[in-house]
């Protein structure tokens, strides 16, 4: 693909990514203690994990920034689609510690050459993309050798009944929570995408368990 195409398919992708509602909705409820006091450890711990040139996936509205450590990480390239969330994360650049670059694009195509992040970070991020098994794709081809994805996403349950209410509940989170599908299996699609998960954690359950994923391109 060449640049040109590139970059006409991220402003394509990034047009269909503009939920105002959703992003000032998600801003007021990030800040709420309850949501703080579950959702700031397990970002610290993953965020920690990153090192060397750094890509983070779907920044939204900043709230990872602030855990990236100097001592670990060279840079940080941001992306984030939509132009709601930007305008929050661009107030929150401040916060970090570590040159961070913030810029609009998709994870289905990203505009960064083969083979140059030490790193990527998702968090909450894999839930809303339209086509996740192609942004893993993206991923891997911008990953250097040996190169780490750190995960961390609310997925599908286990359980039958309360994945059959994931499914019922999909075309309501989809309309009003930024295209949030909650019945996402995305263990299934990392592997699909040829990832080997190095570490993995299922945390929770009920309608939103969560999962912290370290892994890497499979050999």
Not at 159 to 166: E, P, V
Request: charged share 20%; proline share 5%.
């Amino acid at each position: 693909m060449s640049q040109i195409e590139s970059s006409q398919e991220t402003a394509t992708l990034c047009a269909s990514c503009h939920h105002p509602r959703f992003a000032a909705f998600y801003e007021w409820m990030t800040q709420l203690g309850s949501f703080r006091r579950m959702t700031e450890p397990l970002r610290r711990k993953l965020v920690g994990y990153a090192s060397g040139i750094v890509l983070e996936v779907g920044a939204g509205n900043g709230l990872n920034f602030s855990y990236y450590l100097p001592e670990r990480c060279t840079r940080v390239d941001a992306i984030e689609p939509d132009p709601a969330m930007l305008r929050y994360a661009r107030s929150r650049l401040k916060q970090a510690r570590v040159p961070i670059t913030l810029a609009s694009a998709s994870i289905e195509a990203l505009p960064f050459a083969d083979q140059t992040f030490d790193s990527v970070v998702i968090t909450l991020v894999l839930c809303s993309v339209a086509d996740p098994l192609q942004g893993l794709r993206e991923i891997q081809r911008v990953l250097k050798p040996g190169g780490t994805l750190l995960l961390f996403e609310h997925v599908r349950s286990d359980g039958k009944a309360t994945a059959r209410i994931q499914d019922w509940l999909v075309p309501l989170t989809t309309r009003c929570f930024g295209n949030c599908h909650w019945n996402r299996d995305t263990v299934r699609i990392l592997k699909d995408a040829d990832f080997h998960l190095v570490r993995y954690a299922r945390l929770g359950g009920g309608l939103q368990p969560i999962i912290m994923i370290e892994a890497v391109v499979a050999a």
